[in-house]
């Protein structure tokens, strides 16, 4: 496919647009291409800087009548490589800051390039929240499209669980308002099947009064690894919807890792010290920790808590799946594999679930792991321009290793680009699948918006997903 038919074409889309359409040449190309990942370096064949929702009309119009793809990068946190991807015409959603918050309704209304920083703090401004990205560089959109995982989880549900409606851009040009009353199957689509159906450019969020947390890292010597996450295990099994844990092999400290991994346990607890310290008590058979940084905090300053172990600029490889146990030879498995990480940039975490995450029911979104027990999740980053291979093969060797406790299969919003269109077929129970194919196949049936994790449209040829 080459890009030369179109480009004599741009004067057209230019005159319509407010925002700037970039070629490879022009200034600024470089800057609004770019994702977090730069393991992912494509090089989109026009990229539109949405001023306005006109502009993602006029752009998406454009590329329909072109039979091109559409890429999207809102937050700019893609750990796949979505938003660029090469001949596409690149949606650069993040001037669109718009954040609307009632707080007599408890409602919350963001545009595609809003972040979870931006959004906690208009949010936290009246004392409120919903369950963000524990990341919160990461866009509040592509979040809750994906199901939402983060701390305030266990006390009210995955963020998909808490959208109420979204304004969408459609492939025909439409744009529609999906809710309970209008387009309910858009609405149950978007709430966790990901990208595939449209241009999000308002989400509706239901939020929840939340205060000051008593939350932060207990970490130990890698020889306590076993005890560490035996611990975290008995623990998850008796705790209350206010206490959310996470067990993680890591090297310390996160922003410059030296030495051999470390075993921590970040707990968060929605209530006082003294009520957290209790909950934590069974903790104390662990030993002593070599650090213990549980403080108060606001809800803004435990977001952005975990970012430290993030590096903006690196080339990072994934790796994730749904738990419904973990077991002795699971632990064993992992403590073996932590102690040859690839990198010095490399976790394995295990998150809890449970609470709130069970109240919504698997057919109520196409999210389809409400009833798992735990989530793994594994980041291998390095300086830019380094190979990944060696971090992939272990993140493989991670995956099939914990078969024997999945619960069916990995979360949609960590998938890296590496994916096969199988794997991201079991992002989703069967029936839920089918369903969202069906959801394609009428809002749209030539799979205009394929630049995704992508689910094809029912009746489509067999390697459809393929881009």
């Known amino acids: ?82 938003a660029e991807v090469e001949h596409s015409i690149m949606l650069d959603l993040s001037p669109l800051k718009t954040i609307t918050i009632d707080p007599v309704h408890r409602r919350g209304t963001v545009a595609p390039g809003v972040t979870w920083t931006e959004f906690d703090r208009a949010a936290q401004a009246h004392g409120l929240a919903v369950t963000g990205a524990d990341v919160s560089t990461v866009g509040v959109i592509g979040t809750a499209m994906s199901g939402g995982t983060g701390w305030l989880q266990r006390a009210l549900g995955f963020t998909c669980d808490n959208v109420l409606a979204a304004d969408i851009v459609l492939a025909d040009g439409r744009q529609v308002r999906a809710d309970a009353d209008h387009h309910p199957d858009l609405l149950w689509a978007l709430r966790g099947g990901g990208g595939n159906f449209g241009v999000v450019t308002g ?17 130990y010597r890698f020889d306590k690894a076993r005890a560490v996450l035996t611990a975290f295990r008995e623990l998850c099994a008796t705790a209350p919807a206010e206490l959310s844990l996470r067990a993680t092999l890591i090297n310390w400290p996160p922003t410059a890792p030296k030495g051999p991994p470390m075993a921590a346990i970040t707990a968060s607890y929605l209530g006082s010290a003294e009520d957290a310290r209790a909950a934590l008590r069974p903790l104390r058979r662990i030993g002593e920790p070599e650090l213990d940084l549980m403080r108060p905090l606001s809800y803004p300053e435990l977001q952005s808590n975990t970012e430290q172990a993030f590096t903006e600029g690196h080339a990072t490889a994934t790796g994730t799946e749904w738990l419904r146990a973990l077991d002795d030879h699971t632990i064993d498995a992992l403590i073996d594999l932590a102690a040859r990480i690839p990198t010095p940039h490399t976790l394995i975490s295990i998150h809890q679930l449970g609470g ?45 290793t914990v ?34 194919q069906r959801v394609k196949a009428e809002y749209d049936p030539h799979n205009l918006f394929r630049c995704n994790h992508n689910i094809a449209p029912a009746g489509a040829r067999p390697d459809a997903e393929a881009r």
């Not at 989400?203 to 970490?219: F, K, S």
């Not at 029911?361 to 060696?390: C, D, I, K, M, W």
């Open 1 to 82: 496919m080459t890009t030369t038919p179109f480009l004599d074409q741009l004067d057209e889309l230019r005159s319509t647009c407010q925002g700037a359409v970039l070629l490879p040449t022009d200034p600024g190309y470089d800057a609004s291409r770019h994702t977090w990942n730069t393991a992912v370096d494509h090089r989109p064949a026009v990229i539109v800087r949405c001023a306005d929702t006109s502009d993602i009309h006029a752009a998406v119009d454009f590329a329909r009548r072109r039979d091109l793809p559409v890429s999207m990068r809102a937050g700019g946190h893609d750990v796949a490589d979505h």
């Open 203 to 219: 989400l509706e969020l239901r939020l929840h009064p939340i205060g000051t947390v008593y939350a932060g890292t207990l970490l």
């Open 403 to 436: 078969q024997n406790c999945s619960a069916g299969g990995p979360y949609l919003g960590i998938l890296d680009g590496s994916s096969s269109p199988s794997r991201i077929r079991s992002c989703f129970h069967p029936d839920a699948y089918q369903r969202l």
């Open 356 to 400: 709130a995450t069970r109240r919504t029911t698997n057919q109520a979104t196409a999210f389809s792991f409400h009833e798992a027990n735990y989530h793994l999740v594994v980041f291998s980053g390095a300086p830019s321009g380094r190979q990944l291979v060696t971090s992939q093969r272990w993140i493989t060797d991670i995956i099939e």
